[in-house]
T-cell receptor
Framework: ETGVTQTPRHLVMGMTNKKSLKCEQHLGHNAMYWYKQSAKKPLELMFVYSLEERVENNSVPSRFSPECPNSSHLFLHLHTLQPEDSALYLC????????????FGEGSRLTVL | KQEVTQIPAALSVPEGENLVLNCSFT??????LQWFRQDPGKGLTSLLL?????REQTSGRLNASLDKSSGRSTLYIAASQPGDSATYLC?????????FGAGTTVTVRA
């Protein structure tokens, strides 16, 4: 248990569906992150939020829409995804966004049909 | 853009052997470097964090070194056990971002 909880752990959706991934951290951290891990590829940073403000958007397609309503919660809203978006989506948090140690959740395994 | 290379890509050893995992990165302007472990289909577990001002960090059977100027870090795992089988990821942190290598997949044979 790292203190970062992701739900759902597994999600299957069609290309026309709209779904959301949720991340919650119980560590009192100020920064939260979304990473994507595809098969045989290094982890890719998608978004960074520091004190609920988005500080990084790493050229991610608009079909992925993040939301950070408070410093403990982070969402990734998904709509009109493509099969190549199937991957493990990992949430992480850190005490601060620049030099803090990162703690990851267990991930949400997404399959797009 | 930070490029991270981990060598070897895969490693298989008998139980009890010491492991040496290498990581190199191109941009030495980093705040710290983290080593993670990932089991199949799971999230990342932080093993060690080395601050940029440190040369070494130890936790139990794990020891990580950092040579920031040459862009290198090495993770040593002493007296390996089958439970050490996993993928090990190196991630230097700079400018908000952790950049990840592709990892070294370790198999420890009983």
């Amino acid at each position: 248990e790292t203190g970062v909880t992701q739900t759902p752990r597994h999600l299957v959706m069609g290309m026309t569906n709209k779904k959301s991934l949720k991340c919650e951290q119980h560590l009192g951290h100020n920064a939260m992150y979304w990473y994507k891990q595809s098969a045989k590829k290094p982890l890719e940073l998608m978004f960074v939020y520091s004190l609920e403000e988005r500080v990084e958007n790493n050229s991610v397609p608009s079909r992925f829409s993040p939301e950070c309503p408070n410093s403990s919660h982070l969402f990734l809203h998904l709509h009109t995804l493509q099969p190549e978006d199937s991957a493990l989506y990992l949430c992480a948090s850190s005490p601060r966004s620049v030099s803090g140690e990162l703690f990851f959740g267990e991930g949400s395994r997404l399959t797009v049909l | 853009k930070q490029e991270v290379t981990q060598i070897p890509a895969a490693l298989s050893v008998p139980e009890g052997e010491n492991l040496v995992l290498n990581c190199s990165f191109t941009d030495s302007a980093i705040y710290n470097l983290q080593w993670f472990r990932q089991d199949p289909g799971k999230g990342l577990t932080s093993l060690l964090l080395i601050q940029s001002s440190q040369r070494e960090q130890t936790s139990g059977r794990l020891n990580a070194s950092l040579d920031k100027s040459s862009g290198r870090s090495t993770l040593y795992i002493a007296a390996s056990q089958p439970g050490d089988s996993a993928t090990y990821l190196c991630a230097p942190l700079g400018d908000y971002k952790l950049s990840f290598g592709a990892g070294t997949t370790v198999t420890v044979r009983a």
